[in-house]
């Protein structure tokens, strides 16, 4: 099904013997399964209640791609973004014990997203609380050794099993009370966890208060049965190690896991694309414009948390080593390593997806706004992004950019003004957030071309009734909508407002001042978007001339194709002309 709707392949094929074990060792009814980054979910959507649906995976009204807690009763909780699973399981258990319940909870997390700090400060947090639950670490970078893995597996079940666990209580009770037991029981539990340092990776944990299980093999049903059977067994936390292949039992998968960690639709036999876009996509086009910038000034830094491929930046990594720095699942500690660099004297480019940004807005407001330091930050992913549905939504960088002082905030409509801004920047000695969308980079070749100013919006049409303001990407709309009304006999203006900090007025609240009804559209939230701040200008000016938002709602969108959404969100030329038509 993937291979037809596309989605997360490799995490998912990766953890399907662990699913398995999980359904069989715990009782989804009464139980709590805590999934980290729904994309390891596919197989167990298949064995709870979605098998019969399975066939709409990412598809409008169908199956999310992640967990969804409204869509069944056995998704717990949200999990788009990552290193929350911890954290949640953690407050689960927490409050199943206040109020007696006999609940058990698991949560399953990736070695990637541990690389988060959230799932530090959780596991720091749960070695305090001493919660009895489970986490399970699904590592899928460390190859599997047949020896080492067999013998750390005897090493853990020794260690933890049911007669020893039985042996070790007794014994502690023997030595409680008597003379120096306090000291051997000290000395004892100092071998064991030399002992589990030594052989296993486990110390960090251990040293933590959390129990250390590992490594057990993730493709063998019955060992990680054993490993959870074991982890039952204790008091207090205990984590397991599982060590597993990412994309296993599909051959294109193992062999470019990264490739098909999220894929668009494919062929199943060849493991290709199965159609090939028809024009170069924004995330190119910003790939290969920063890849040329770093190559005339040696000041320009590319920066991604964990998402090399999905920004665009494998070119420069490749070109570019010693000034690309992957900082993994870690956005906030991204943000303020940029301010960092930006100390330095260096000019870093942040590239990341919109909704992982909002992770980091502290550290955008403090870090780097406050001091004026030359930040780009390169919002991928801003707008409506189709199948991946509401988490992954860039709904909000638009409202919680233009509130935050300093920043210059730029909506490049195609790619070629993309390139322009990108040049732009390297002579800022403040910060920059320019949003651009997922998806092909539409082209205006019967426009006119003209230059990009810095704080100057683009009027592409003027003297018009019908003032059409149109905020970045969602042009192509706009420009439909423009063309709808000239033959619906209406006189449009048509302004592409390209920066919304700052924006300099004149040309715009010439044309507002000159219509008689004023249309805005932006691919962003309604609340404290582009269409705010025209509303705030034409009051500010005086101007009598009422303006119409269009744009996200406030609420949360679900997941389809873009053209279906903004179909249902009422954001294509269609819906808005009707509107505007009814208006005037």
């Known amino acids: 099904m993937v291979s037809e709707n596309g989605g997360h392949l490799a995490p998912s094929l ?17 139980d709590n399964i805590v999934w980290d980054v729904g994309h390891q979910s596919y197989a167990y959507k298949i064995l709870t209640d979605r098998l019969e649906n399975f066939r709409t995976l990412r598809k409008f009204k169908g199956i999310s791609g992640f ?17 929350t699973s911890i954290s949640n399981a953690l407050g689960i258990a927490a409050g199943n014990r206040i109020q007696g319940r006999e609940s058990r909870t698991v949560a399953v997390i990736g070695d990637g997203a541990m690389s988060g700090g959230m799932a530090f400060e959780a596991l720091n947090n749960l070695g305090t609380l001493k919660k ?9 970078e460390m190859s599997i050794n047949h020896n080492v893995g067999a013998f750390s597996g005897y090493l853990s079940g020794t260690l933890t099993g049911d007669f020893v666990m039985k042996m070790k209580k007794d014994i502690q009770n023997i030595f409680e009370d008597a003379p120096l037991g306090d000291k051997f029981l000290s000395f004892a539990k100092k071998v ?3 002992v589990i340092s030594f052989f296993t990776p486990g110390s960090f944990f251990e040293d933590l208060g959390i129990k250390y299980i590992g490594p057990v093999n993730g493709h063998k049903i019955k060992d990680i049965e054993k490993a959870i059977s074991n982890g039952l067994l204790q008091d207090g936390p205990v984590l397991i190690h599982v060590a597993t292949v990412k994309g296993k039992g599909y051959k294109h998968a193992e062999e470019s896991p990264d490739a098909f960690h999220g894929v668009s639709p494919f062929d199943v036999n060849t493991g290709k694309p199965a159609k090939k876009t028809h024009g ?30 999905g920004t665009g930046l494998r070119g420069f990594s490749e070109r570019f080593p010693g000034r690309f720095f992957d900082v993994g699942i870690a956005e906030q500690h991204g943000v303020t390593f940029c301010a960092g660099l930006a100390t330095s004297g260096m000019k870093p480019y942040f590239a990341v997806y919109s909704t992982f940004l ?6 955008i407001i403090h870090d780097v706004a406050i001091s004026k330091l030359p930040v780009t930050f390169c919002i991928d992913r801003a707008g409506l992004v189709g199948a991946d549905g509401s988490t992954h939504h860039g709904a909000f960088d638009i409202s919680y950019m233009r509130l935050i002082p300093n920043i210059a905030v730029m909506l490049p409509k195609d ?49 018009g009734d019908v003032v059409i303001i149109s905020a970045g990407h969602i042009f192509d709309e706009a420009y439909k909508l423009c063309a ?28 507002l001042a000159a219509g008689k009804l004023a249309v805005v559209m932006e691919d962003g939230a309604v609340k404290g978007g582009a269409g705010e701040e025209i509303q705030s200008i034409v009051m500010e000016e005086g101007l009598n001339i009422p303006v119409m938002k269009f744009g996200l709602p406030d609420g949360f969108v679900e997941h389809g194709s873009v053209d279906e959404l903004r179909g249902l969100v009422g954001l294509d030329a269609l819906s808005v002309f009707g509107k505007v038509m009814k208006a005037l």
């Open 14 to 30: 990766g953890v399907v013997e662990l699913t398995i074990a999980l359904l069989r060792c715990y009782d989804v009814n009464a």
């Open 484 to 511: 709808m009304l000239f033959e619906a006999g209406v006189k449009a203006s048509l302004i592409n407002l390209r920066f919304l900090k700052p924006l300099e007025r004149r040309a715009l609240t010439d044309e």
């Open 280 to 309: 170069e996509n924004w995330t190119d086009v910003f790939g290969r414009k920063i890849t040329e910038m770093a190559g005339r000034d040696e000041r320009v830094t590319a920066v991604t948390a964990a998402m090399k491929d």
């Open 358 to 363: 909002q992770r980091a807005f502290d550290q």
């Open 415 to 463: 790619g070629r003004e993309l390139e322009e801004m990108l040049d732009m920047t390297l002579d800022f000695r403040f910060p920059a957030a320019i949003r651009y969308p997922r998806g092909y980079a539409a082209e205006f070749p019967d426009i006119p071309r003209e230059p990009v100013v810095f704080g100057c919006p683009e009027v592409v049409k003027s003297g």
């Open 67 to 83: 967990i969804k807690p409204g869509e069944s009763p056995y998704d717990v909780c949200i999990s788009g973004h990552t290193s």
């Open 132 to 140: 009895n639950i489970i986490v399970i670490l699904n590592d899928n």
């Open 192 to 194: 064991e966890s030399s």
